[in-house]
């Protein structure tokens, strides 16, 4: 099947400079860096080396910019499959669960190049700015009690209406775990820290900085884009920051169900016994204290985020007490959505 003019016109409008040259970055499109998003010092009492890695920076305020790239990189893939006479079929629509931030960011990216809309399982109880910023966009918006039960793949595309499209949230051929932060794995662990705080949501951000981390350390040769100091990340604490909480002011970061999330205690015990990671490495619960005084630090230095996105100042908050006050550390700031359509509702 060959490319209409419209499809033609997408896919060369995809530039994708390289896979892994830190020379040629891909993202952000409109103007690709290495590192693509800065990090910077910050100041959070009694500790003298904290850093704050600002995802806020990227184009609709979270790291799930990167992602949507990926999604974009995807439907270029098609597009030359579809060009090379393999693939014989319409381009499908993407489907995934979602809070806000994960269908901001694709349905922004699939806008851009004209691409099939994003078809969105939502739930019920999902605050209406949010889905009048998903309307907004273009966004098909499907409503569910995500708390009921844990849906799989197939019935995932059922109640989006798209049983021949693909579900984001479930599939592994689109590699979550090693290639939605893939980018942003190597900016963080380049800068080499002793111990890397992670909101722990979905877990793919972790689960691919931990997968990264595991490729930095254990390889003769390294990724072009790797250059972190191998001894002090065989040894880094790489602490996750999450919820049990539905009420939560860290509201993305509850997931009644994760079914589609590599993270259990087994996985993260094969990393630290084969020191790929530090002793401590793991997924802690935070208390809604500290989320409280870890954005009332983030306001008074000018941080851009929500309570979700800070989540790792309030767990290294949490833990002052335990942590040398010496080391390096390093905070990532998944940043905030910029919701752009306010509801008239």
Not at 74 to 90: N, P, Q
Not at 135 to 163: M, P, Q, Y
């Amino acid at each position: 099947m060959t490319l209409t003019d419209k499809e033609r016109k997408t896919l060369y409008s995809i530039k994708v400079a390289s896979e892994n040259n830190p020379n040629k970055p891909e993202f952000p499109a409109d103007d690709p860096k290495f590192p693509a998003t800065p990090s910077y010092k910050i100041k959070v009492p009694g500790f003298s080396n904290v850093w704050l890695k600002d995802e806020s920076h990227n184009p609709t305020g979270t790291h799930k910019d990167r992602m949507a790239w990926e999604m974009v990189v995807t439907y270029r893939d098609m597009l030359l499959a579809k060009k090379e006479g393999v693939m014989k079929e319409k381009l499908p629509h993407l489907s995934i669960i979602t809070s806000g931030a994960t269908g901001v960011a694709i349905q922004t990216a699939l806008n851009k190049y004209n691409l099939p809309h994003l078809k969105c399982l939502v739930d019920l109880e999902l605050h209406r700015k949010i889905v009048a910023e998903l309307e907004h966009l273009g966004c098909e918006l499907f409503f569910v009690d995500l708390s009921r039960k844990a849906f799989n793949w197939k019935e995932i595309l059922e109640l989006t209406s798209n049983t021949t499209g693909i579900d984001v949230t479930s599939s592994q051929g689109l590699d979550p775990t090693t290639r939605f932060y893939d980018w942003l794995s190597y900016e963080i662990i380049n800068q080499s820290p002793d111990y890397c705080f992670i909101p722990f949501g979905s877990g793919h951000l972790y689960e691919n900085i931990l997968n990264i981390n595991k490729r930095g350390v254990s390889s003769v040769h390294h990724d072009p884009r790797f250059s972190g100091d191998v001894n002090v990340l065989k040894n880094c604490e790489f602490l996750g920051a999450t919820v049990n909480n539905p009420k939560s002011k860290a509201d993305k970061l509850f997931a009644p169900h994760r079914p589609f999330s590599v993270f259990e205690e087994q996985w993260i015990r094969c990393f630290r016994l084969s020191g790929f990671c530090g002793q401590n490495s793991n997924v802690y619960l935070i208390r809604e204290n500290f989320i409280d005084e870890a954005l009332e630090l983030a306001e008074k230095q000018g941080i851009i985020c929500e309570p979700s996105g800070i989540a790792g100042l309030a767990l290294l908050l949490q833990n002052k007490d335990s942590i040398p006050k010496n080391k390096k550390i390093l905070i990532v700031n998944t940043g905030q959505v910029k919701y752009k359509h306010q509801s008239s509702k």
